[in-house]
Structure formats: C-alpha cells, structure tokens
C-alpha cells in the first residue's frame, strides 16, 4: 500500500510549519538559549546566516521593528490616555449626579426630576458610548482616532522641538 499523506503539514516527508508557528517556535528557543534573554546583533546576523537569511533582509527587518517599536509604545500611551479620560468622565458624572442626588432629596425633588432625566441621561449615554468604543474597539475607527491622535502628538513634538531651538539654552 502506497504511504498517503492526508496531514496538510506534511509534503515530500517533511513536517512543515505556517511561518507565524515557525517564528513563535524560534522565539520560544532563542529566548530559552540565550541566558539574559538578549542577543547581540552579532548573534542575530549568526542566527539569521545559519537559517539562510540574507544581511539585507536582516538590516529591512530592523528597520521595520524600529518603526513598530515606537508604534507600540505610542498605542499604549494613546490607550492609556484614553482610559484615563474616561475614568476621569465618570468621576464627574459621580460627583454631579451624587450633588444633584442630595439636592433633590433636600429641597423635595418633585420639580427636579424631569430636568435631571434631561441634563444626565444623554450625559450617562455619552460616557457609555465612550466606554464601548474604548473596550470593544472596532478596528477601523480605532485605527482612524489612533492616527489622528498620533498626527497631533507628531505636531506637537515638531513645534516643541522648533521653539527649543529658537529660545535655545535657557
């Protein structure tokens, strides 16, 4: 009987790997070897000729992990901004919907009632919405607000950076 294969990771006899499987397997083995969990670039540029990987390719990847590096570090400066504003939104609404609370219990409350169904239900629907958006964040408009944020955060540094110069060393 004929040896068949049915094993979509199996061709010619040879096991293969997605290449997202592969590099989590030498993540995993090149962290275990390397003993302070670092590598030199000499290592890397060893590690990258024994799995035939050109210099090149070596030096484009760096390249792009420095871009992302500071991508990631700016997504989480952006997301903690943004958590903060929303704990900060709900402070308020606490201690207004709290301070109108304790006037309407003191002053009877009957004339109150409907305004404060007015001036704090749209407010609690914002702070909701907001909620949502930040902990079930739709991709697309994630993205969108990240870029804009991170355009303004860019100009700021820019301009930041020209008037330093201009005032110089004070």
């Given at each position: 009987m004929a040896d068949v294969t049915t094993d979509a990771y199996v061709r010619d006899g040879e096991f293969l790997y997605q290449a997202e499987d592969a590099q989590q397997i030498l993540s995993l083995a090149i962290a275990q070897q390397t003993e302070s969990g670092e590598l030199s670039r000499t290592q890397l540029l060893e590690i990258a000729d024994e799995l035939g990987i050109a210099p090149e390719t070596i030096a484009a990847a760096e390249?792009?992990?420095d871009v992302k590096k500071y991508e990631i570090a700016d997504q989480k400066v952006f997301d903690g901004q943004r958590k903060q504003r929303l704990q900060n939104d709900i402070a308020q609404f606490a201690i207004w919907g709290g301070g109108a609370l304790v006037f309407q219990l003191v002053t009877g409350g009957w004339l109150w009632n409907p305004l404060l169904y007015?001036?704090?239900?749209?407010?609690?629907?914002?702070?909701?919405?907001?909620a949502w958006r930040i902990y079930r964040p739709n991709n697309y408009s994630y993205r969108k607000e990240f870029e804009r944020w991170r355009r303004k955060q860019q100009v700021k540094r820019a301009v930041g950076g020209a008037v330093r110069r201009l005032l110089g060393p004070l």
């Open positions: 390249r792009e992990w007015i001036v704090f239900g749209p407010w609690a629907l914002q702070i909701a919405w907001d």
